[in-house]
């Protein structure tokens, strides 16, 4: 039984910082891809960023559209750990953020497709104001 559990969230003024973390838990294969989805209230989800993990070799980040600038996408495959460094938020960066798993295979391209992931976590919000 995978469980994915979101922290870090909280409310912040524009320029400022947050962190996400997202502990996994349970069975994880050697290779998986992991992200960071949000959603704002009214609209769709939305891919953060994404990693892929690949004990073979390989591997590697994907990040939504102009948000790469701002956040950073990390992991510690050790202790199964996601994180979402968040910088210079904007008001617009005001969502839920939630982590997901896919178990079973790396990224790719289709890596900010919701259906591409079985388990997700409970979400933390953000809020910047």
């Known amino acids: 039984h995978v469980q994915l559990v979101e922290s870090g969230g909280g409310s912040v003024q524009a320029g400022g910082s947050l962190r996400l973390t997202c502990v996994a838990s349970?069975?994880?294969?050697?290779?998986?891809?992991m992200l960071w989805f949000r959603r704002a209230p009214e609209a769709e989800r939305e891919g953060v960023a994404a990693?892929?993990?690949?004990?073979?070799?390989?591997?590697?980040?994907y990040y939504g559209d102009s948000l790469k600038s701002r956040f950073t996408i990390s992991e510690d495959s050790a202790k199964n750990t996601l994180y979402l460094q968040m910088d210079n938020l904007k008001p617009e960066d005001s969502a839920t953020y939630y982590c997901?798993?896919?178990?079973?295979?790396?990224?790719?391209?289709?890596?900010?497709?919701?259906?591409?992931?079985?388990?997700w976590g409970q979400g933390t919000q953000v809020t910047v104001s």
């Open positions: 349970g069975y994880i294969r050697a290779r998986n891809c």
């Open positions: 997901a798993l896919d178990r079973f295979a790396g990224c790719g391209a289709g890596w900010s497709r919701p259906s591409k992931y079985e388990y």
């Open positions: 990693i892929e993990t690949n004990y073979l070799g390989g591997g590697g980040t």
